[in-house]
């Protein structure tokens, strides 16, 4: 079975400081990762995913991450924070042939201030 | 294009009383799932749905918990009777189909908090 491991329940950031996510994953099988962000009383919402190829990986909102497998990981980085960008961010894993289900991290709580 | 479509959004009841979610998927979505988030935690994976059939419940506590997709478009999530520890967000999502790292798109949830 595949697991996602947030490192920093909490995290915060001056406004225009770099911002960088920890996520770490253990599977048996090469893995497809992915980070949600989830804004107060919605639904989460796809930022960017790993497949295969290019292991740095564009998304929405600036925001990038890049997959590395010496290291297990797959962190979330964006190069000046916006107080925009003050949500909750999920790390996930899923697998081929795995019925495209996904485990999710236990999220990091990114707070960003003036 | 409309998203994932929920309701109620919020819902509060006593414990072994009863309660109902619904869920209307995006258009052609042929895949839903649910997922349950308690607060602090990552969503966990209770039901997933093909059209109207299941492809897994193994994490459904099925004592308690019941789900159906009848007509392979809305679902609806019951709990029966409710405890403490259901406390929590019932997300719904779907996607086009269940292959290999198709993106479901999350509806905003249902928040349960059971007394």
């Known amino acids: 079975a595949q697991s996602v491991t947030q490192l920093g329940s909490h995290v915060s950031v001056s406004e225009g400081a770099l911002v960088l996510l920890r996520c770490n994953y253990s599977s048996s099988v090469p893995p497809y990762l992915f980070w949600y962000v989830q804004y107060p009383n919605q639904g989460l919402q796809l930022l960017l995913k790993?497949?295969?190829?290019?292991?740095l990986v564009k998304g929405i909102n600036g925001f990038e991450a890049e997959f590395k497998k010496s290291e297990t990981s797959f962190h979330l980085t964006k190069p000046s924070a916006h107080m925009s960008d003050a949500a909750e961010y999920f790390c996930a894993v899923s697998v081929a042939g795995g019925g495209n289900k996904l485990t999710f991290g236990t999220g990091t709580q990114l707070k960003v201030e003036l | 294009e409309a998203g994932v479509a929920q309701s109620p959004r919020y819902k509060i009841i006593e414990k072994r009383q009863s309660v109902a979610f619904w869920c209307n998927p995006i258009?052609?979505?042929?895949?839903l799932y649910w997922y349950q988030q308690i607060l602090g935690q990552g969503p966990k994976l209770l039901i997933q749905?093909?059209?109207?059939?299941?492809?897994?419940d193994s994490q459904l506590p099925k004592d308690r918990f019941s789900a159906e997709r009848l007509k392979g478009v809305d679902s609806t999530l019951k709990i029966q009777p409710a405890k403490l520890e259901d406390s929590a967000v019932y997300l719904c999502?779907?996607?086009?189909?269940?292959?290999?790292?198709?993106?479901?798109?999350f509806g905003p949830g249902t928040r349960l908090t059971v007394l």
């Open positions: 258009s052609g979505h042929a895949t």
């Open positions: 749905f093909q059209n109207n059939g299941v492809v897994d």
């Open positions: 790993y497949t295969t190829g290019a292991t």
């Open positions: 999502a779907s996607s086009l189909t269940l292959t290999n790292y198709n993106e479901q798109f």
